[in-house]
């Protein structure tokens, strides 16, 4: 029999109180900023924009846990293509005000995507419905849920995890929980780098 995972339901976007009801039908995401070609696309169209992809990939919570999924959405690189970024930031922000500011270029070479499912399902409000960031080789607290805007900016400003403390979010080198069979796992050999050294360049133009 197999034993029911249990997911930390954690979300700090709505700290304090549950997510609203959301309804995929008029949900919008935009990029704006510092871009040739600002965008702002209903979620629901997204397929008719960019390639639907599928990834089974894990990633990892700073408060010590772990697991993978088969995930499904859009790489944030081929959505921010379509926009023409002239600056070094992405400042990305939910419908609850919850931020993270971090450098486009690690974001890319890390892979990050843009999930509107899991496990072939679309995601659950808690999940980040109707469309999160994922990113793999750093901690989750930067992987912003319910994405409203993707603002590309020369300004570098704290995100809400880090204006209460949490600054570094590379994954540190000890055994995570992984939620799906109970075991201590150690992070996999490439997940375990500098968030902002070290990173390729990559140009987006």
């Known amino acids: 029999m197999l034993k029911t995972r249990k997911i930390p339901t954690f979300y700090w976007e ?4 549950t997510p609203p009801e959301m309804k995929l039908e008029g949900y919008t995401i935009s990029v704006l ?3 040739r070609n600002p965008l702002t696309f209903a979620v629901a169209d997204l397929p008719d924009h960019l390639p639907f992809v599928t ?3 894990r990633f990892y919570c700073v408060n010590g846990w772990t697991m993978e999924d088969m995930w499904g959405g859009f790489r944030l690189e081929d959505l921010i293509r379509l926009a023409g970024p002239e600056a070094k930031y992405l400042r990305t922000t939910s419908i609850g005000g919850y931020e993270d500011t971090t450098p486009l270029a690690d ?4 892979e990050a995507m843009l999930a509107t499912h899991m496990s072939g399902a679309p ?3 808690k999940r980040g419905f109707p469309i999160r960031m994922l990113i793999f080789d750093m901690y989750q607290f930067k992987a912003v849920k319910s994405v409203s805007t993707l603002e590309l900016t020369d ?13 570094d979010a590379s994954i540190q080198p000890y055994p995570h929980l992984d939620i799906n069979s109970g075991e201590r796992l150690m992070p996999e050999p490439a997940v375990l780098k500098s968030v ?8 987006l133009s």
């Open 14 to 17: 709505y700290k304090g109180h």
């Open 196 to 203: 902002s050294g070290g990173q390729k360049k990559i140009s």
């Open 33 to 35: 900023g510092q871009v």
């Open 123 to 125: 995601l659950a409000p």
């Open 55 to 57: 990834a089974q990939r």
């Open 155 to 167: 300004e570098y400003r704290p995100g809400t995890w880090q204006k209460v403390g949490y600054r």
């Open 107 to 110: 974001l890319i070479a890390g």
